[in-house]
Nanobody
Framework: QVQLVESGGGLVQAGASLRLSCAAS????????MGWFRQAPGKEREFVGS????????YYASSVKGRFTISRDSAKNTGYLQLNSLKPEDTAVYYC????????????WGQGTQVTVSS
C-alpha cells in the first residue's frame, strides 16, 4: 500500500505561484508514476501531468504545459507540482496519485488540496 498526502494549496491572485507537495509513504515509490489531477466544481477530473519516479521524466497536459512543473525528491519520497502564472480557471481541488502509467492506471490517491485563484 501507498499513502499520499498533499499540501500547499491556498487562495492566491491571478498571476501568482504555488507549490504543491505530495508526500508518499508505505511501499517504495520507485517503480511508480506520480500523477497530478485536478477537479473543478461541476467538472470531471482532469489530468494535469505526471512524473516517472525512477527517471524523473515528465509529461504534461497541453492546458498546463509551460506553466506547471512536476518534480520529485526521491530522498524525501515527495513529489511537487509548481504552479506558475495561475489563472482563475486553474481553481480546483488538486490530487496526487500513484500508478503504473503516464495518464491512467492510478490506484493510490491523496485527499486533495484546494487551489483557488481570484481574478
Amino acid at each position: 500500500q501507498v499513502q499520499l498526502v498533499e499540501s500547499g494549496g491556498g487562495l492566491v491572485q491571478a498571476g501568482a505561484s504555488l507549490r504543491l507537495s505530495c508526500a508518499a509513504s508505505g511501499r517504495t515509490f520507485s517503480s511508480y508514476y506520480m500523477g497530478w489531477f485536478r477537479q473543478a466544481p461541476g467538472k470531471e477530473r482532469e489530468f494535469v501531468g505526471s512524473i516517472a519516479w525512477s527517471s524523473g521524466s515528465t509529461y504534461y497536459a497541453s492546458s498546463v504545459k509551460g506553466r506547471f512543473t512536476i518534480s520529485r525528491d526521491s530522498a524525501k519520497n515527495t513529489g511537487y507540482l509548481q504552479l506558475n502564472s495561475l489563472k482563475p480557471e486553474d481553481t480546483a481541488v488538486y490530487y496526487c496519485a500513484g500508478g503504473r502509467g503516464w495518464t491512467t492506471q492510478y490506484v493510490y490517491w491523496g485527499q486533495g488540496t484546494q487551489v483557488t485563484v481570484s481574478s
